[in-house]
Each structure stands twice: as C-alpha cells, then as structure tokens.
C-alpha cells in the first residue's frame, strides 16, 4: 500500500490483505539498511488472523521515497504521520534493532496513540564503533559483510532455512546491497549514526506505561541482552523473551519471534 507522507510515497506492506483501519493495527519498523520484508512471515499471520498490518519501508529504504532521515526523533515523527495517512488512531508498534529505537521514540511522542510496544534486538545506547561507523561511510559492502556475520548465529539456520539451495545470510546480505543500489544516499552509514546519536532513550523508557516486550536472541553480537539492562529495567512491566538467534531473530527464528509477538498483542488485548 502507497501512502502519501511529506509529500512523497511511503511503503506499507499489509500482509497480503486489504489495509482496514477498523482493526487493531500493528506497524512493523524494520532495522538499519532493511525493508519490510524481513517481516514476511510474522506479518503475513497478523494479516490474517484479526490484525491490520503496516510494515514501512522506512523513507529512502525499499520502496519508500525521499531522503533517508538522519536521526531516530525525525523517524518517530514520519512513522507517527504513516499512522495519520492510514487513518490510524492507536497501533501496536513492534521494531527491530534501529526500529525498536524509532517504535520507543513514538511512544513517547505520542502515547496515547501506542497501545503495545515490542523491542526486538534493541539496546540503549545503541552504541556503533567508530571502526564500523566508518566503514559504512567509505566502504559500504564490506561494512555489509560485517555486519551481516556478525548478525547470524551459523552459517546455515535450521528449521527455518526454506529449502535447500536457500542462504539466509545470503538473503540478508543481497537485501542490504540492494537497498545501496536503489538509493545512493549511503544508507548504511546514516542508519548506523541515528542508532549511534540517539539520546532519549533512557527519558522515553520511564515515560512508557504500555504493554511492552523484549524479544533478545541469546547470542546476539550486535544488541546483546546484557546490554538492554538499562531499558528493562526502565520499563520494569516489560515482558522479557529470549530465543535462540543471533541479531537477525525474524529470519533465525521466525516461528519463535511469531509466537512471542502474537501471545504477547493477544494477551495484552
């Protein structure tokens, strides 16, 4: 579904149904260097079981237009006017990585319209090394490779490798190479610096009073469980969930990541 937001086209995908603005709605914002499909299958299931789905594309990622946006606040701000253009009032907000930081800046934006708020693979600070910040600015594809390893547990993930012949690093990282290609802003390096300079993570987290679920993967080197101390133990109603991944939990372990999110919306219904 094309929406109109600051003038230019935003991308939600809905699931593989027509968008219904009647139904509790739930706006899935992807991580740095992604696009709505590292959703598919989980959005796929809400779709069809008595939820509206939005997963953006984030603007300048996937089929969204305009300029990629340079800070996590400038994201909260587009994400929030997504909901508008929808005819959205409340929503459930579930991000991964650099989207969990935009979903919790949302909620503090805008409260009263965040009925849930599902963090996955977050941390505060969400700090990047220098080391890698520059890499995505002079050395794009190699800061991919980084990144890419460093996201996955193995090589090759079972049961949720599709089929033979199937690669999900091999995926992932063909996704983050072409997201360079349909936009030649250095994505990748804007990405990694408004996960690296957001700073109201810690204010916003007292302020939320929503439903609220940490979804970790156990051996996550990007976003480590450790690391997110702070946040859960800001948002102290938070639910914890930990599965067996590493940072790229809806690809690793999509069945798991499904039935966290779908007990979690379902229950705090």
């Given amino acids: 579904m094309l929406l109109t937001v600051q003038g230019v086209d935003a991308y939600c995908y809905t699931g593989g149904k027509p968008f219904n603005a009647?139904?509790?709605?739930?706006?899935?914002?992807?991580?740095?260097?992604?696009?709505?499909?590292?959703?598919?299958?989980?959005?796929?299931?809400?779709?069809?079981?008595?939820?509206?789905?939005?997963?953006?594309?984030?603007?300048?990622?996937?089929?969204?237009?305009?300029?990629?946006?340079?800070?996590?606040?400038?994201?909260?701000?587009?994400?929030?006017?997504?909901?508008?253009?929808?005819?959205?009032?409340?929503?459930?907000?579930?991000?991964?990585?650099?989207?969990?930081?935009?979903?919790?800046?949302?909620?503090?934006?805008?409260?009263?319209?965040?009925?849930?708020?599902?963090?996955?693979?977050?941390?505060?600070?969400?700090?990047?090394?220098?080391?890698?910040?520059?890499?995505?600015?002079?050395?794009?594809?190699?800061?991919?490779?980084?990144?890419?390893?460093?996201?996955?547990?193995?090589?090759?993930?079972?049961?949720?490798?599709?089929?033979?012949?199937?690669?999900?690093?091999?995926?992932s990282r063909r996704l983050m190479q072409r997201i360079s290609q349909i936009n030649p802003q250095q994505v990748f390096h804007t990405d990694f610096s408004a996960c690296n300079a957001y700073a109201n993570g810690e204010a916003a987290a007292q302020a939320v009073r929503c439903p609220t679920l940490f979804l970790f993967g156990a051996r996550d080197m990007m976003t480590p469980p450790k690391s997110a101390k702070l946040l859960t133990s800001t948002i102290s109603h938070g639910k914890v969930v930990t599965v067996d991944s590493g940072h790229s939990l809806m690809s690793e372990q999509p069945d798991a990541v499904l039935d966290a999110l779908f007990s979690f919306a379902g229950a705090a219904r």
């Avoid at 709505?36 to 809400?46: A, E, N, P």
């Avoid at 006017?81 to 930081?101: C, N, R, Y």
């Avoid at 409260?111 to 090394?129: A, C, D, F, N």
């Avoid at 600015?137 to 079972?158: C, L, P």
């Fill in 22 to 171: 009647a139904l509790p709605t739930v706006a899935f914002i992807h991580g740095a260097q992604n696009d709505h499909s590292v959703w598919v299958l989980q959005t796929r299931y809400f779709a069809h079981h008595g939820y509206s789905v939005l997963a953006v594309d984030l603007p300048g990622h996937g089929r969204s237009k305009g300029e990629t946006k340079a800070s996590v606040p400038e994201l909260a701000d587009w994400l929030l006017q997504v909901l508008d253009a929808a005819g959205v009032q409340k929503a459930a907000l579930f991000g991964h990585s650099m989207g969990s930081l935009i979903a919790l800046e949302a909620s503090h934006k805008a409260p009263e319209r965040i009925t849930h708020l599902g963090m996955i693979g977050s941390t505060y600070p969400m700090k990047v090394s220098d080391a890698l910040l520059e890499t995505s600015r002079t050395d794009e594809q190699s800061a991919i490779d980084m990144v890419n390893i460093w996201s996955h547990s193995s090589i090759a993930q079972k049961p949720s490798c599709p089929g033979p012949g199937f690669s999900i690093m091999g995926g």
